[in-house]
């Protein structure tokens, strides 16, 4: 397992920006670069879902109704995956995690995101 520390959710109005952060701190370097870093969402009451995910090759995947506002992005040498959300709207409401996307680790406490009408 590798520990992970996501934040930057927050309360944000419709129409709004946050940027959510995912450090790898205690990951070395080589290893950071190898993964596919991905993040989710999981609504009240519904199952965890992928948002967006960054392939160690520099590929990005997202889901279709977040096409076009958000930007997944990595740092490497801050060992950081970085989602960054724009043009949010109250449906993207919900706790995001990042994780490994071809092999999960166990899943942290996640950051919330409330987006208000």
């Known amino acids: 397992q590798v520990p992970r520390v996501e934040s930057g959710g927050g309360l944000v109005q419709a129409g709004g920006s946050l940027r959510l952060s995912c450090r790898l701190s205690?990951?070395?370097?080589?290893?950071?670069?190898?993964?596919?870093i991905a993040w989710y969402r999981q609504a009240p009451g519904q199952q965890r879902e992928l948002v967006a995910a960054?392939?160690?090759?520099?590929?990005?995947d997202y889901a279709d109704s977040v096409k076009g506002r958000f930007t997944i992005s990595r740092e490497n040498t801050r060992k950081t995956v970085y989602l960054q959300m724009n043009s949010l709207k109250p449906e993207v409401t919900g706790v995001y995690y990042c994780?490994?996307?071809?092999?999960?680790?166990?899943w942290g406490q996640g950051t919330q995101v409330t987006v208000s009408s």
């Open positions: 960054s392939t160690p090759g520099g590929g990005t």
């Open positions: 994780n490994r996307a071809s092999a999960p680790w166990s």
């Open positions: 205690t990951t070395i370097l080589s290893s950071f670069r190898s993964y596919d």
